[in-house]
C-alpha cells in the first residue's frame, strides 16, 4: 500500500511538472524535504496544523533578503495559531552558487529561523507547484486532513519597506480563512526574482 | 601660423575636456513612479522606444544591457532607449551608480519608485510575471514585448524591423 502510494505520489508530480501553476482550491503537492538541520521534512508531518505557510525563497534574491524579518514575524505570529512557515529554497547549486545546502544551512543560522529551511535539491516541487518567484507563497489550508492551497503569490504590496506596506495579502488570507472564508484576494503576482533552474 | 597654433591648441584642449567629461560625468539616475511610466509608454509617435527592465542583481540582466547601451549610441533621432531599473531606491548610491560608472552608460536610466509592482506591471504587457529582463519595443504603430533575455541579433533585428514599417 505504501509502494502504491509512493508511486501515485510520484507520477502526480511528473504531470504537475507539465502543467501550469496550481490554482487556488488545488490540492497541494505532497513533498519530503531536506532540511537544514539534515532531517527530511514531509508536508504530512503537518497534518495536524490548520495550515501551512509554504514560502519558495532563497540566499541571495535582494526580495528574499527584504523579506526575510517579515517571514521570521509571519511564522512567530501564525505558528502558535496553527499557521507555521515551511520555507522550500528550489534554486540550482550550479546556477546560483549563493543557494548550495551549506550556503543556507549559514544563513538559517546567522537568522535563526524559527521555520524549516529546505532544499528542493531535484527542483520537482517548485516546478509541481508552479512557483516562478522568490519569494513566493502558497498558504496552505488543511481541509479534513487535505491540504489545499487558498492563496497564492505576494506577501504584501511593499517589499522594500515594510512601513509603507498597505495590503498584507498572506495576514488576510489566514485572517479569512480562520474566518471561514476563501481568500481575496486568492492570487497577487508575487514580485521577486526569477527561480534559477539547472541549466 | 599663430592662428593655426591656437586652433590646434583649441582643439587638444576641447578634446582633453571631452575626454575628462567623458570620463567624471557619469548621469545622474532619475526616477519614474506608476504616472511616469504610464507617460513614457503612452507617448506613441514615430520614434520607435525601446524600453527596458533591469537591475544590478539580475545576471541576465546585465549581459544583456551593453546591446541597449550600443542601440542608444546609435544616436539615431527617431530610436529612443531607456533603461527602467528596479533596484531598490535605497540601492541607487551604492550600487547603480557605482553600475552605470563601470559600464560606462549613457543611456538614460531610471530607477522605480513604485513599490507595489502589481500597479505598473500590467502596464508593460497583461502577461507579463514581473520577471526581468523584459523589454518593451514599441512606436505609434505597434508595440512588441519580449519577457526574456534578448540576443544582439534578435534585438538589432527587431529595431531593424520596426524601422522599416
Known amino acids: 500500500m505504501k509502494k502504491l502510494l509512493v508511486s501515485a505520489g510520484f507520477l502526480f508530480v511528473l504531470s504537475a511538472t507539465v502543467s501550469a501553476q496550481l490554482a487556488p482550491g488545488d490540492e497541494a503537492v505532497p513533498f519530503t524535504l531536506k532540511n537544514v538541520d539534515g532531517k527530511m521534512v514531509s508536508l504530512s508531518d503537518y497534518d495536524d496544523q490548520k495550515g501551512v505557510i509554504l514560502v519558495f525563497t532563497c540566499n541571495p534574491c535582494p526580495f528574499s533578503k527584504a523579506y526575510e524579518q517579515r517571514i521570521i514575524q509571519l511564522h512567530k505570529k501564525f505558528a502558535p495559531s ?32 524559527p521555520f524549516p529551511y529546505l532544499k528542493d535539491a531535484t527542483q520537482e516541487i517548485y516546478k509541481a507547484y508552479g512557483a516562478t518567484r522568490t519569494p513566493h507563497v502558497f498558504l496552505l489550508d488543511n481541509e479534513n486532513g487535505t491540504f489545499r492551497v487558498a492563496y497564492i503569490g505576494a506577501i504584501d504590496n511593499n517589499a522594500m519597506d515594510e512601513r509603507a506596506v498597505s495590503e498584507k495579502y498572506v495576514e488576510l488570507a489566514i485572517k479569512a480563512l480562520e474566518n471561514g472564508n476563501q481568500p481575496d484576494p486568492a492570487q497577487v503576482k508575487a514580485i521577486g526574482c526569477t527561480i534559477k533552474a539547472r541549466r | 601660423m599663430l592662428s593655426g597654433r591656437f586652433t590646434a591648441m583649441r582643439k587638444v584642449s576641447l578634446l582633453l575636456l571631452m575626454f575628462l567629461s567623458a570620463g567624471s560625468a557619469a548621469q545622474n539616475v532619475g526616477t519614474v513612479d506608476t504616472e511616469g511610466l504610464r507617460a513614457l509608454l503612452g507617448n506613441r509617435s514615430d520614434t520607435v522606444c525601446v524600453v527596458n527592465f533591469w537591475a544590478t542583481w539580475c545576471s541576465p540582466c546585465v549581459k544583456e544591457i551593453g546591446y541597449f547601451e550600443e542601440l542608444h549610441r546609435l544616436d539615431d533621432p527617431l530610436l529612443k532607449v531607456v533603461l527602467v531599473n528596479l533596484d531598490f531606491p535605497d540601492q541607487v548610491e551604492q550600487r547603480v551608480q557605482p553600475f552605470i560608472r563601470a559600464h560606462d552608460l549613457t543611456a538614460p536610466v531610471v530607477n522605480m519608485t513604485e513599490m507595489d509592482y502589481n500597479k505598473w506591471i500590467p502596464l508593460v504587457h497583461e502577461d507579463w510575471s514581473g520577471a526581468i529582463p523584459a523589454t518593451l519595443i514599441f512606436n505609434a504603430k505597434e508595440s512588441e514585448f519580449i519577457g526574456t533575455e534578448i540576443a544582439r541579433e534578435e534585438l538589432f533585428e527587431m529595431i531593424h524591423t520596426f524601422n522599416s514599417k
Open chain 1, 82 to 113: 496553527g499557521y507555521p512557515v515551511v520555507a522550500i529554497n528550489p534554486n540550482d547549486d550550479v546556477a546560483s552558487p549563493d543557494d548550495t545546502f551549506e550556503k543556507m544551512q549559514a544563513r538559517a543560522a546567522e537568522k535563526n529561523f
